[in-house]
């Protein structure tokens, strides 16, 4: 069964940036299209970028492009979102999901397996 936990979350001035990390355990990472999600308080679970198995195809939020980048290392089983230029707007819970050898999508309902999420917090 896999496993995901999600790290490197934290406090972060306006402008500033955070790398944070989704781990899989359980089982092999590389098998699995992986999607980065937030979730600000009051507000429904929404898609910021995936990535597939192998990293050849990556989707990015349009309210992202050009801040955030994923990457993945599957040799360390695991996958990157590193957020640059962040706002206040960006504050919400970061949670990474998994679904196994299939295209990237960026709806909550198409992922299988969910890490516990990890917080980012943008303020001066």
């Known amino acids: 069964q896999l496993q995901l936990v999600e790290s490197g979350g934290g406090l972060v001035q306006p402008g500033g940036s955070l790398r944070i990390s989704c781990a899989a355990s359980?089982?092999?990472?590389?098998?699995?299209?992986i999607g980065w999600f937030l979730q600000a308080p009051g507000k429904e679970r929404e898609g910021v970028s995936c990535i597939t198995s192998g990293g050849g195809t990556i989707n990015l939020a349009d309210f992202v492009k050009g801040r955030f980048t994923i990457s993945r290392d599957n040799a360390k089983n695991t996958v990157y979102l590193q957020l640059n230029s962040l706002k206040p707007e960006d504050t919400a819970v970061y949670y990474c999901a998994a679904k196994i050898w299939s295209s990237c999508a960026m709806s909550a309902l198409a992922y299988d397996y969910w890490g516990q999420g990890t917080q980012v917090t943008v303020s001066s």
């Open positions: 359980g089982s092999t990472l590389a098998t699995y299209t």
